[in-house]
């Protein structure tokens, strides 16, 4: 029953593939940094790239969820994978806010610091943010701005709306309850299961655009920065709070997580993270785990054979609330803004920053710089000044693209290591 699909794409396509992701992202750089109106003249090709992506994001979502639980035969085996998902996904989000925390408060980068305070982004959006609305905006979602929560009650308007959440909760009971019908339902979800391989074609066609589609992103992005003369000096005030947040993702992505994609994934950290390339590249280049998820579902499941039944259940689910490097650079941030006011955090404080930043990363959306606005919730809870939030803007948009590879970098170890945790269970049909 398990169709896996046909491989498009040699080793060696991937590998070229790979170095003209690697090498567009530089000439990004280097064409919007140096020549910012030539970085903004190549927006167009980034943003087909990126609408393109898009598109593809709802019907993967439905479609390999769908499909994905189908294939699961019975309620508790979806309740276990289901548990053993969301644990992992909450314990690995703690620990990156943990590490977070610990860093700030070592290195204090916003000790004897003065800097300006900027425009906050979308004032109306932060004014009325704190635990419980965010709660039950991720429970029913938000009714003055159309948004649905996980339990929604318009699927089409969810799906024009891109509201991840319940488009997931849909389709997981859809799935549960075709594979409940048995036999006869046997040919649905063989339907369905060739419409998800078609869609997943359709990714391997787009992966051609990606270099040219990349570069239009990355240049424009540092174009509308003003190139390198007007971004080098705000990324240098603000040097060591940016390279706090820097190692903290490194030492979450590359230590912790891959720790357990060892450990407990039993899987050779090199040659996952090569399976991975394409999709972590491209995270960094469109600052969007959302937008990522059709590669994120290629790369985890066609390049490092994670089975469908789990892939197609866990990064979806992953790419809408398991937001490690959101969580890391949440808790780094509100700890640098109380260090500049000069407002001492006690630890039962910075406690309550680690689990509001784990509550705010699972509530930002997968999208660009979705996490400097639930921020609020963690400046909320502590009571910090949310104006704070103005002094990190100049240098987020870069922050944002290193701590979205760790969110799909988070979402893939997941699956791996989900996938053998939940193996005996699980038949491979
Ligand atoms: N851009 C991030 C993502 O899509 C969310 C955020 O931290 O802003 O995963």
Redesign the pocket.
């Known amino acids: 029953m398990n169709q896996s699909i046909e491989k498009p794409k040699s080793s060696k396509e991937s590998l070229i593939l790979l170095i003209a992701i690697i090498a567009a992202i530089v000439l990004g750089f280097i064409l919007g940094g140096f020549f910012p109106s030539v970085g903004i003249k190549l927006e167009i090709f980034g943003d087909i790239f990126l609408n393109v992506l898009m598109l593809l994001v709802v019907p993967i979502v439905v479609l390999s969820m769908i499909v994905g639980v189908s294939r699961i035969t019975n309620l508790h085996q979806l309740g276990a994978l289901g548990s053993k998902t969301l644990v992992f996904y909450m314990l690995t989000t703690a620990v990156a806010a943990t590490i977070g925390i610990i860093l700030v408060n070592i290195i204090q980068p916003g000790l004897n610091q003065d800097l300006v305070i900027s425009q906050l982004p979308n004032q109306s959006n932060l004014s009325n943010m704190d635990i419980s609305t965010a709660l039950k905006e991720l429970l029913v979602g938000n009714p003055e701005k159309e948004q649905q929560g996980l339990v929604g009650y318009n699927l089409f308007l969810a799906m024009e709306k891109m509201d991840i959440l319940p488009l997931i909760l849909f389709s997981i009971f859809f799935g549960a309850a075709l594979s409940s019908l048995g036999k006869k339902a046997r040919k649905s979800i063989e339907i369905l299961s060739v419409m998800n391989d078609a869609i997943l074609k359709l990714v391997h066609w787009v992966m051609y655009l990606a270099p040219l589609g990349i570069l239009g992103l990355v240049a424009a992005r540092i174009a509308h920065s003003g190139g390198f003369k007007a971004f080098i000096p705000e990324l240098m005030s603000l040097g060591l709070y940016a390279l706090t947040v820097l190692l903290g993702l490194a030492l979450h992505g590359f230590l912790f997580l891959s720790l357990l994609l060892r450990i407990f994934g039993k899987r050779r950290i090199r040659s996952y993270l090569k399976g991975m390339g394409t999709a972590l590249l491209n995270a960094f280049s469109t ?4 937008a990522t998820l059709p590669l994120t579902l290629q790369g985890v499941h066609e390049e490092n054979k994670v089975s469908e039944e789990v892939s197609n259940f866990v990064l979806p689910l992953g790419a809408t609330i398991n ?1 490690d ?2 969580a890391l ?1 949440e808790a780094v941030a509100a700890i640098f803004i109380a260090q500049l006011y000069g407002i001492d955090l006690n630890w039962v404080q910075q406690v309550i920053v680690i689990l509001t930043a784990t509550l705010a990363a699972i509530g ?9 606005v639930t921020m609020v919730i963690v400046l909320r809870a502590v009571n910090l000044p949310i104006e704070g939030i103005g002094l990190l803007l100049s240098v987020d948009w870069l922050l ?1 693209r290193f ?2 590879s760790i ?1 799909v970098w988070g979402d893939s170890v997941g699956a791996s290591v989900v996938e053998r945790w939940n193996r005996p269970k699980i038949p491979k049909s």
């Open positions: 600052a969007s785990s959302t937001m490097g959101t650079y930002a959306a997968g999208i660009p710089e979705a996490g400097l944002d701590r979205t969110n």
